[in-house]
C-alpha cells in the first residue's frame, strides 16, 4: 500500500527534510503521523502525492513506483488516494452536492454513477440534509465532512488526511476521527497527520512519529477509544 524504502529528500536549498526514512503501512491500516513543526510530516506527504520525488530510495503506493511514474500515469495514480486538507478546499460557488459531485465529473463517470453515488456518500457523512447549501452556510465541522465525502466518492483504497482537524473546534474534531475511524473499518487505509497528542492518545493505535527527518517511534498505542 505505502511502502518507503531508505528514503530521503532533500529541498533545492539543500534542507534535507527526510532521512533515510523507511516506513510501510499495509491495506487496511489506519496510522497516525505525529511530530514537531518542521519535523518532516508534510514532505512525506508531498512524496506520497507524488507532488515532490525522493532524492534518494524507493516510494511506492497503491502498487505505483513514484520514482519510475510516467506522467501519462499521474492522474489515475493520484484518483488512487483520497485527500483531505487542515483548510477544507471547497469550491466556494458550488453546492455540498456540486463539491462532491466535482470529484466524479472529472473522471468522466457517468450520469448514473454520480446520482447514485454523491447521495450515498452525502449519506455516509450525515449531510443528506445539507446538499443543496454553500459552503459557507455551513460548520467547520461539516465542511470538513463535505471534503471527507469528496476523498471518498471515488472509492479510493488510500485516503491521506493533512491536520483534518487543525480548524475545527475540538468537540467536532473527534467526531472527524471517528468517521475516517468508520471509513477505515470498511477497508480504507488511513495515514493521519496531527500534532494533536490527546486526540492520538484517546483513539490510539498505530502511531508513527518523526522527527528532524526521521522515525524516531512507530508502534501500537492503547486508547480509550472503543469504536
Ligand atoms: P512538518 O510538516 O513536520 O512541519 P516539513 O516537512 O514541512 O515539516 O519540513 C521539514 C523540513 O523541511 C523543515 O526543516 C522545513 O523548514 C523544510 N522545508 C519545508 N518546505 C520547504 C521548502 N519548500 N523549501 C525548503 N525547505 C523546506
Ligand atoms: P447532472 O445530470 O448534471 O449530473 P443532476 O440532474 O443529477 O445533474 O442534478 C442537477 C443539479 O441538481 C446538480 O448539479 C445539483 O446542483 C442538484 N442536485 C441533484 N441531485 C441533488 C440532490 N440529491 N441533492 C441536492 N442537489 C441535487
Known sequence: MIDLIDVSFQYQNGTEALKNINLRVNNGEFAFVVGSSGAGKSSILKLLLREEIATSGQVIVNGYNLNRLKNRQIPNFRRSIGVVFQDFR????????????????????????????????????????????????????????????????????????????GNIDPEFSYEIVEMLKAINKCGTTILMVT????????????????????????????GAYEG
Open 90 to 165: 471547497l469550491i466556494p460557488n458550488m453546492t455540498i452536492y456540486d463539491n462532491v459531485a466535482f470529484a466524479l465529473r472529472v473522471t468522466d463517470a457517468s450520469v448514473k454513477t454520480i446520482r447514485q453515488q454523491v447521495p450515498y456518500v452525502l449519506e455516509l457523512m450525515n449531510l443528506k440534509h445539507k446538499a443543496r447549501m454553500y459552503p459557507y452556510e455551513i460548520s467547520g465541522g461539516e465542511q470538513q465532512r463535505v471534503a471527507l465525502a469528496r476523498a471518498l466518492v471515488n472509492d479510493p483504497p488510500l485516503i491521506v488526511a493533512d491536520e483534518p482537524t
Open 195 to 222: 500534532h494533536e497528542h490527546d486526540m492520538v492518545k484517546y483513539f490510539g493505535g498505530r502511531t508513527i512519529n518523526i522527527e528532524e527527518g526521521s522515525v524516531v517511534f512507530d508502534d501500537y498505542i492503547g
